[in-house]
C-alpha cells in the first residue's frame, strides 16, 4: 500500500481530521487531493469524508459554516481556513441522469467511495498517509487509465456528467480511457443532453485547455460525445485542428476565441450566439468574442494604434499568444510598444468633453455631439492630431463637426 507524506496542507488540515478522530469518528482526505498526491502533484486544497453527521460535525468544532448540510457538508473554520467535511454518504434514485434525488448519510467508508466517478477519484487518505484503495485506482493511477468505479454503464446512466469527467480527465493527466469505459461512453453519449450546460461546461473548459488536450479530444470525438454539446454536432473536423495546438492554453477567453476559429465562425453575431448556447457570463462571454474577433482580422492585418486602444492591450496580447498557438506569426513586443505610446488609453483622457464642444458650438446635445467626440477620440488615437483642446477643436471645425 502507498503511502503519501502528510506535508503542506495535508498537515494543516490535520488538526481536523484528529478531531473527529478523537470523537470517535472516521475521517479521511478524499478526491482529487488525494489522486494529485499519488500523482506527485501541488495540492492547494483537501476534501474530508468522515463517519459523523453534520450535526455532530458542527458539534465538534467552535467555528462551522452550513455550505450544504443537505448534502452533507459542512464548512469548518480552523486556523484562518476553511475545510470542507462532508458526511459519507450514498445516492439513490437517479431518475433522470442527472444528480441524485436523495442522499443517505451511512457510516461506511467503502459505500462513499462507490458512488464516486472514476477508479482515481476514489482514494481515501487516513492522517499518516496510508491510502485505503478499493477499487484498483492505484494500478489504474500507475497504467494512466481513466476507468469507472464499478459498472461504467450505470454509473453512466445515474449521472451523464461523468462521461465528461472522464474525458477531461483524459485530457488534463494524458490518460486513457479503458475499453468497457470508452464503450459505455459511447452508448450512453446521448444521455449528456440531459445535463445542464453550466456543469458540462466546467468539464468542457478543463478539458479544452488540459495539458494533453489532444488526447482528450480524442475520447471526446470518438465516444460521439462532442456530438450532445452546444454547438458541436458539425465540429468534428474542427475539434480535432482544435487539439493541435502546440501549447496548452492557459486563459479561459483564448480557449473560446480558438474555438470559434476552428469552427470556422466568422461574424460576431453568430460567435455572440454559439457562446450563449454554452451560457458564459457576460463579461467572459463578450472578451472571448471580441478576442475571436481581433484573431481574424490578426490573420491578415498588423496590429495598430486602434486595435489596441478598442480591444485593450490584454486582449490584444491574448490574440497574439492564440497566433502562436496556431503556430502563426506572432509579436507580443508591437503590442507592447503601441500600448506604450498611445496618446489616450480611454475617452476620459480626451481633452475635449461633450461640454467643451456645445459650449464650442453653442448648441445642445444630440448625434452630432457623438459623432464629433468619436471622430476625436480616432483622429488622436491614430496620432493624425495631438491631445491637446484647441487641436482637437481646430480639427472638429476644419471636418464640419462643429
Ligand atoms: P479537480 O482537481 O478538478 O477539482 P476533483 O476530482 O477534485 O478534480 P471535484 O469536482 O472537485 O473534482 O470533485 C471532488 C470529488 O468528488 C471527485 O474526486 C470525485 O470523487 C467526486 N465527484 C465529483 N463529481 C462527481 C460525479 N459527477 N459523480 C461521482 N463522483 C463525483
Ligand atoms: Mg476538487
New binding site residues.
Partial sequence: MKQVPITGVFKKALPVLETIQEAGFEAYY???SV??ALLGKDVNDV?IATSAFPEEIKKLFKKTVDVGIEHGTVMVLMNDESYEVTTFRTESTYQDFRRPDSVTFVRSLEEDLK???LTI??FAMDQTGDIQDFFGGERDLDEQIIRAVGKAEERFNE?A??MM?AVRFASQLGFHLEADTFYAIVVNAHLLENIAIERIRVEFV?MAMGKYVRQGFTGFVETNLYAYCPGLVHARDALENFAKVIEPIQRERQMWALLLYYLGIQRGKEARAFLKNWKLSNQLLNQSADLHQLLLYRLHSEQTNETVYRYSKELALDAETCLDLINQPFDKKAVENIDAALPIHSRKELAIDGKIVMAENQQRGGRWLGDAIEAAERAVVRGDIANETAEILDFLKKNDYV
Fill in positions: 478524499v478526491g482529487g489522486r494529485d476534501d458512488r464516486r466517478d477519484n476514489a449521472d456528467l461523468r469527467r478543463k
